[in-house]
């Protein structure tokens, strides 16, 4: 039963994490991108539909270029994932979907997945992004 307990408690803690991380992150997106990638580890990588970008530089580079946008958040979801999977490495698995619009270009539905992890420090604990993939998604064709 403890086992339980503490996946609950995990669990109850990915969610509050990830509440917290989609509203910074999108709100950043749209109107402070310059600085989206102070949410990202050094080591991060990101699938954009299919192209692979990794390292600061690269995706400050690839944000810098990308139109402004609009996003709406229509649906989220979370899990802890095992640390027996993240070599002990506090980590959620993140999944939103919803729309967006980049200027000059028509409404788009999306979907995108974050793996955070923990990253502790002795005040507080901060969330960063370790791998993000990006998705549009085209029902039409």
Known sequence: M???LDFKTHADQACRAA???VNIYYDTMDKRRRVLTKLYLDTANLVWNGNAISGH????EFFEMLPSSEFQVN??????VHEQATQGQTTVLVVTC???KF???KQQYFNQNFLLTAQVAPQNTVWKIASDCFRFQDWAS
Request: aromatic fraction near 4%.
């Open 2 to 4: 403890a086992g339980s």
């Open 19 to 21: 509440d917290e991380f």
């Open 103 to 105: 200027e000059g270009n």
């Open 57 to 60: 530089q690269a995706l400050a």
């Open 98 to 100: 919803g729309t967006v």
């Open 75 to 80: 649906m989220l979801d979370c899990q802890p």
